[in-house]
């Protein structure tokens, strides 16, 4: 029994970093149950992967794999338009460190599946700076870096990002959230509006979970052809 809780113990705290809390771990087994769990709980702290960014909803662990399920289809478009909806896979892996203008970022490359317009693997860099989440990308030669999420996380919170479109991101509630039949009751909606000329607009929503992630993605965009909405769940991480 001991053996198994404290794995889950360390376990649950090796994927937000808290290594603090693993020393508590480690006093309390070399105090109460004697050196074979000293031992046992300091072996798994070697074993298990480390974390490289600890941030509570976007923690991100060496080598993870996550599959997100992929939907795109058309609303209220205008007859004789193509709306057949199309349903894929996403499957990201977090890659090895690499150092990029001078600093040090973790790597995700993620592939797509029965996605006929994307074909290509794409990246993005992501580093750890005072607590918040940067991301880097390529946008044609430059590469940006924009905030992902600030270290201070409440509703309300705002704050400018640039993918390669300058604009804001704000957390707009907290909320649970059912995604791929799995609940989470721990979650943030991140809302992006990016204007655009004409009668044309879109919106980008975001939906990050306590010590999962980014669970959910949405973005819908208005024409005078119809509503193109396109988004991803979760499904699975490994």
Same mark, same amino acid.
């Given at each position: 029994m001991y053996i198994q809780q404290g794995l889950v113990a360390v376990e649950q705290r090796l994927r937000l970093n808290m290594l603090a809390d693993i020393v508590i771990i480690q006093n309390r087994a070399s105090s109460k149950q004697g050196p074979f769990m000293k031992c046992f709980v300091a072996g798994l702290v070697a074993l298990l992967p480390s974390v490289v960014? &600890?941030?509570p909803y976007f923690p991100i662990i060496p080598g993870e794999v996550t599959v997100r399920e992929y939907? /795109?289809?058309v609303e209220g478009g205008m007859k004789g338009m193509p709306t057949a909806p199309v349903h894929g896979k996403m499957v990201s892996t977090v890659k090895g460190v690499e150092v990029r203008e001078g600093k040090q970022f973790t790597r995700i490359a993620t592939e797509y599946k029965d996605i006929p317009y994307q074909? +290509?693997?794409t990246e993005i860099w992501v580093r750890e700076e005072a607590g918040a989440v940067i991301m880097g990308a390529l946008h044609g030669e430059k590469f940006v870096e924009t905030t992902l999420l600030p270290a201070e996380i409440s509703v309300g919170s705002e704050w400018d990002y640039n993918d390669g479109e300058k604009s804001k991101r704000k957390v707009s509630r907290s909320l649970a959230l059912d995604v791929q039949g799995k609940r989470y009751d721990d979650c943030i909606e991140i809302l992006r509006v990016l204007p655009k000329a004409g009668p044309s607009s879109a919106t980008h929503k975001d939906y990050y979970c306590r010590d999962v992630g +980014?669970?959910? /993605? $949405? /973005? $819908?965009? &208005? $024409?005078?052809?119809?509503?193109?909405?396109?988004? +991803?769940e979760l499904s699975e991480r490994r």
């Open positions: 960014i &600890a941030h939907h /795109f289809r074909q +290509n693997a +980014n669970v959910k /993605f $949405s /973005f $819908s965009m &208005a $024409s005078p052809a119809g509503t193109y909405i396109t988004e +991803n």
